[in-house]
Structure formats: structure tokens, C-alpha cells
């Protein structure tokens, strides 16, 4: 089928099934499906820009299903989603005009193809350390699945770098009861949303893979509270993301569109099966997808070979 | 045993979702996607701004009425399954 906005040739099932694995994905890990769906979009031979813009687009259809799930199962903070949208919409308004830049100069392709293998190693690297490093503290209910009607209860080894942030005293202070935070600097949140939305109006999608990690570790947010809110916030954040991107030409709808179809199914099913693994458990499933996401886009630049 | 038989029940409702799921996107796909394609480009070289609005509208659209489409399957599926 050929997408004529993008200009680029692919076949619709092809779309329609990474849909599905990056709905599943999405739903269970909190995370827009960036990770996969950007470097599959690059991989059949769209355009950097239009990946970008594409897969923002893309996020929001899938987003309002999933966090609607989430907030059904009471995992999202409203309160902190807020808050971070507002930082997110400058961060993405940033990363777009840093990839308005470089299409200017002709080399969006490279630069931001090389800056996600970086991202992606790196994130999926940190992911392994840290959930390899829970599971040997052997706390118990670590890595045990939630018991029915008891509190889920959410362990990191990294615990100890939130409580140094949340101890961060720069006014106005807030306190975000459902996240069970007692007191954080605005500034805190404000600089770790705006930072995901840099990224995500560079390098597109949601930017889970940064921002979750960051409202785990950094923010102290329990995991399954960090996967609902996050998803909020996306869709606030991707929805002026893909705006944006559309006023400047970087989003081909159609490929959204069909994507979507299989990610709406996918995202219902992987937010069903956050009922059943906890904390540890869902970011170590979690480190293998962006190392796959960045052996695909750099299969694409090595070869120049689309499928 | 018990246990095993709602695994495979929750497991054949799952299959059939996703069947009646695949045949409702692939007439979507024909019936409504495939002619979009001249439309959208038609705006996007016109009107960025139009097409910022349309493009965005129509994913949220899709979203929140797909959403409601494997809602009312899963709720359809289920209480025949009761």
C-alpha cells in the first residue's frame, strides 16, 4: 500500500501486527512502543522525520486506551500527570524544533537514528543492572506477584536515589499522596517531565523508557503507579507532540492510523497483565525490547536495506 | 485442574476475541482507511494547519471508538461464556 504523505511503500499487516506487539508491550510496560515501533517505521523504509511525527501520532490512540485500563485499576496519579504534562509539551516543543533544525541541514536520518541506539543501549543496560540488583537483595515480595485484596508493594535497589531527591528541599514543595510521596520539589518533577519531553519530541513517541525509570527511581513512584500515570501523561503530551509535528510536516496519519488498529487489541491485553507480575519482574521483561528496536535501526543504517 | 480449565476458557476467549477483533479492522481497512490516503494528502499539501487538526482528531477518534469496540467484545465474549 502506498502512503503517499510520507511517500513511502508498506505492506498494512506489517503495520497492523507491530501495532499489536507494541499495544501489548505498551499496556504492560507503561511505555509508548516507541522503542519498537520507531526503529520498525525506520526499518520499512520511512523517513526519520516522519517516524518522529508518525509514531507521536501513533502513541495517542493507543495511550487513551491504555490509561484509561490504568486508571480503571486505580494506577494513576492524576495530581503528578498534571504536573508533568505541562513540562513535557516544552520539552517536545523543543525536540521538534531540534529536528526542524536538522532536516534543514539534511541529516535527520543519521543523527537521530545514532542518538536512538544510544538511548536504547543505554536505557536497556540500566534496566538489567538495576532489576538483576532487586532480585539479588532478595526482599521479600520483590519479585513475588501481588496477593489479591493486600497493597502492592514495590522494591528497587535504587530506592535510596529517590529518598536523596525527595529530601531535594527547593520551594514550593508538594505531597502526592497516591504515589505515596510525602513531600518533592516541584522542581524536580518539572525538570525530569520536561527532559521526557525533549525526548519524546526528538526521538518520538511517548519516551516511556526514559520517563518511567526516572518517576521509578528518580520521583520514587511505585512501578505500577509510574506505568498508569505515565500513559496519562503521554496522551496529554503526545497530543501536542503530534500537532506540533503535523504543522511542521512530519506526520504521515494513515501509517498511524493503521498501526493503531492492531494496538488497540494489544493494549487492552498487556494492561490485563499487569495484574499478575510486580515491581523487579516487569522491568527485567522489559530490557530485552529496546536492545531489539536498536539492532533493527542499525541493521537499516549499516545496509541501507528496508524491508 | 480447576485452574487449568479457566486458563483455557479465559484462553478461547481470548482467540475469539481476537477473530471477530481481525474481521472487524480488515473491513475498517477496506471500508474507511484505503480511501483516506488521497484525501489526507490532498490537505496536507494544502493546509498544514487543517491537516494538524484532522490528523490528530482522527487518531483520537479511532482510539477512544476502538477502545469501545474491544470493550463491548470482551463484555459480549464473557457473559456467554457464564
Redesign the interface.
Known amino acids: 500500500?502506498?502512503?503517499?504523505?510520507s511517500g513511502t511503500h508498506i505492506n498494512?499487516v506489517f503495520l497492523?501486527v507491530i501495532g499489536f506487539i507494541i499495544g501489548i508491550c505498551g499496556g504492560f510496560f507503561g511505555v509508548g512502543g516507541s522503542f519498537l515501533a520507531g526503529p520498525a517505521l525506520f526499518a520499512f523504509g520511512v523517513p526519520m522525520n516522519f517516524v518522529v511525527g508518525t509514531d507521536l501520532?501513533?502513541i495517542?490512540?493507543?495511550?487513551?486506551?491504555a490509561a484509561?485500563k490504568h486508571r480503571a485499576l486505580g494506577n494513576v496519579d492524576i495530581k503528578l500527570g498534571l504536573i508533568m504534562a505541562s513540562a513535557t509539551i516544552v520539552g517536545v516543543e523543543t525536540g521538534a524544533q531540534i529536528i526542524q533544525q536538522l532536516k534543514r541541514h539534511k541529516n535527520v536520518d543519521m543523527v537521530v537514528a545514532i542518538a536512538f541506539i544510544i538511548v536504547l543501549v543505554g536505557i536497556s543496560s540500566f534496566i538489567a543492572w538495576e532489576s538483576w540488583q532487586t532480585m539479588k537483595m532478595g526482599k521479600k515480595g520483590a519479585t513475588k506477584a501481588p496477593v489479591p485484596g493486600k497493597p502492592k508493594r514495590d522494591h528497587s535497589a535504587l530506592a535510596y536515589i529517590a529518598k536523596k531527591f525527595q529530601r531535594f528541599h527547593f520551594p514550593p514543595m508538594i505531597s502526592l499522596p497516591n504515589s505515596g510521596i510525602k513531600e518533592i520539589s516541584l522542581w524536580t518533577i518539572l525538570v525530569v517531565a520536561y527532559i521526557g519531553g525533549v525526548f519524546s519530541g526528538f526521538l518520538g513517541g511517548g519516551a516511556g523508557y526514559i520517563r518511567m525509570p526516572a518517576l521509578v527511581y528518580i520521583l520514587g513512584v511505585p512501578t505500577h503507579v509510574a506505568v498508569g500515570t505515565d500513559l496519562f501523561e503521554v496522551v496529554i503530551s503526545a497530543?501536542y507532540g503530534?500537532?506540533?509535528h503535523?504543522?511542521?510536516?512530519n506526520?504521515d496519519?494513515?501509517i498511524?492510523?493503521?498501526m493503531?488498529?492492531?494496538a488497540?487489541?494489544g493494549a487492552?491485553?498487556g494492561a490485563t497483565l499487569t495484574q499478575y507480575f510486580h515491581g523487579a519482574r516487569i522491568r527485567l521483561a522489559f530490557v530485552p525490547l529496546p536492545l531489539l528496536g536498536a539492532g533493527l535501526i542499525l541493521y537499516s543504517l549499516m545496509t541501507g536495506h528496508h524491508f | 485442574m480447576a485452574s487449568r480449565s479457566k486458563k483455557s476458557a479465559s484462553l478461547t476467549s481470548?482467540l475469539v476475541?481476537?477473530g471477530v477483533?481481525a474481521v472487524f479492522?480488515f473491513a475498517?481497512?477496506f471500508l474507511v482507511?484505503?480511501f483516506?490516503?488521497?484525501w489526507?494528502?490532498h490537505i496536507?499539501d494544502q493546509n498544514?494547519?487543517t491537516?494538524?487538526?484532522?490528523?490528530?482528531g482522527?487518531?483520537?477518534v479511532?482510539?477512544?471508538g476502538?477502545?469501545i469496540?474491544?470493550?463491548a467484545l470482551?463484555r459480549v465474549i464473557r457473559s456467554r461464556e457464564r
Request: net charge positive; proline share 1%; no cysteine.
Open positions: 500500500m502506498d502512503f503517499l504523505i498494512p497492523i501520532a501513533h495517542v490512540g493507543k495511550s487513551i486506551v484509561k497530543s503530534t500537532f506540533t503535523a504543522l511542521k510536516g506526520v496519519i494513515l498511524a492510523l493503521v493503531h488498529t492492531g488497540a487489541i487492552q491485553i | 481470548f476475541e481476537l477483533y479492522v475498517y481497512f482507511l484505503h483516506l490516503g488521497g489526507l494528502k496536507f498544514k494547519t491537516y494538524a487538526f484532522v490528523a490528530l482522527l487518531i483520537i479511532q482510539g477512544v476502538l477502545e469496540l474491544t470493550t470482551l
